[in-house]
């Protein structure tokens, strides 16, 4: 199976950037589409980006759409979100996840692995 590990997150103000990595590691990485979910207390965890296999498509939940992109590095194996623009009701921790499944996925029972999640807090 594929390992996940996720790293980037940090404290910034409103209108700001981070960019987040994620990790992968175990298994080939392009065999993996992958996504980007995040979580804050007491919420369940929502869907923010997602990207194909090849990185062809991408897929995002329309509260960041025009901020935030999602991008990988299959030779590296490594996927990003790029967060401009952001907002404090962004704040949340990010986790990234890998499926097997074809095509890009927003639902999170379809994302068999995931990482240990990078929090991300937005000052307004």
């Known amino acids: 199976q594929v390992q996940l590990a996720e790293s980037g997150g940090g404290l910034v103000q409103a209108g700001g950037s981070l960019r987040l990595s994620c990790a992968a590691s175990?298994?080939?990485?392009?065999?993996?589409?992958m996504g980007w979910f995040r979580q804050t207390p007491g919420k369940e965890r929502e869907f923010v980006a997602a990207?194909?296999?090849?990185?062809?498509?991408?897929y995002y939940t329309d509260s960041v759409k025009g901020r935030f992109t999602i991008s990988r590095d299959n030779a590296k194996s490594l996927v990003y979100l790029q967060m401009n623009s952001l907002k404090p009701e962004d704040t949340a921790v990010y986790y990234c996840?890998?499926?097997?499944?074809?095509?890009?996925?927003?639902?999170?029972?379809?994302?068999?692995?995931w990482g240990q999640g990078t929090q991300v807090t937005v000052s307004s």
């Open positions: 990207i194909s296999r090849s990185g062809g498509s991408a």
């Open positions: 175990g298994r080939t990485f392009s065999n993996y589409g």
């Open positions: 996840a890998a499926t097997l499944g074809i095509g890009v996925r927003s639902i999170p029972n379809e994302y068999p692995y």
